[in-house]
């Protein structure tokens, strides 16, 4: 079931997720004929810094992009509340979907809540440019199903030793961007750069692989020129219709 209600200032407005019928959102434009929003999820294992990485795309897009997002949590709306507190986007442009149900259900096998999510932001306060869908954190195996996203993103860290990468799962695999975060503290855990590189490279074949420290002040900026160049290719597709024009990300 969809719940909105009243929340304290700059709380998040929540969507409750329960199972129900499979929704698809496979189509470039808005029922008003406006090219849609790119919708891009980042998923990845509890502590990686997907809220970091989304905190940090924010921060780098926001004065170039018409950009909102949606969160993902189990019981609580804590990573939306984060980015609130942060002021990384305006309050309107930040909603929570509480799954409660294993992260990945709510992103890939029944996407309901999320699409709604998603639609009421454009909405209210598009037209937009990009959406990112945050996942809860999960394992390996998580992904987001395409009738959600158009491309997805995994973040792990280096914190768990050099051997992610070579564990594979679909994550890994699979994901359009593989972010390996926190790489600073690779020489405190022992961790060797090059081996998950090589490991990465060996799952993954062509698709990219980026390293990177979100808390330097370039962190993200080979996240964010992969987001802008993913965001040309959507746009190249399908043409804007007709918009009214709003400040980017403000």
Not at 124 to 143: K, Q, R
Not at 168 to 192: C, F, M, Q, R, W
Not at 195 to 210: H, I, K, S, Y
Request: overall charge negative; some cysteine.
């Amino acid at each position: 079931m969809h719940r909105d209600h009243a929340d304290p200032v700059d709380a998040p407005v929540r969507h409750t997720h329960t199972l129900g019928g499979p929704r698809t959102a496979e189509r470039p434009r808005t029922a008003d004929g406006r090219r849609r929003a790119l919708r891009i999820g980042l998923g990845g294992p509890v502590g990686s810094g997907k809220t970091a990485t989304v905190a940090a795309l924010c921060r780098r897009l926001r004065e170039e992009l018409s950009l909102a997002v949606v969160t993902n949590d189990i019981y609580t709306t804590e990573d939306a509340e984060f980015l609130l507190r942060n002021a990384v986007l305006p309050p309107e442009r930040i909603t929570a979907v509480e799954t409660g149900c294993c992260p990945h259900t709510a992103i890939r096998d029944d996407i309901s809540a999320n699409l709604e999510a998603v639609e009421e932001l454009e909405a209210a306060v598009g037209p937009l440019d990009l959406v990112l869908v945050e996942s809860g954190g999960d394992n390996l195996t998580a992904t987001f199903s395409r009738g959600l996203v158009d491309h997805q993103v995994f973040v792990i860290d280096v914190s768990g030793g050099d051997k992610i990468p070579r564990k594979g799962g679909p994550g890994i695999s699979t994901s359009d961007l593989l972010v390996v975060n926190k790489t600073d503290l690779a020489p405190l855990v022992g961790a060797d750069l090059d081996v998950m590189a090589r490991d990465a490279a060996a799952q993954r074949g062509a698709l990219p692989t980026v390293f990177c420290s979100l808390t330097s002040a370039e962190g993200v900026a080979p996240v964010a020129a992969w987001v802008r160049e993913r965001l040309a290719d959507w746009q190249a597709q399908a043409p804007a219709g007709p918009r009214t024009d709003r400040p980017a990300g403000r």
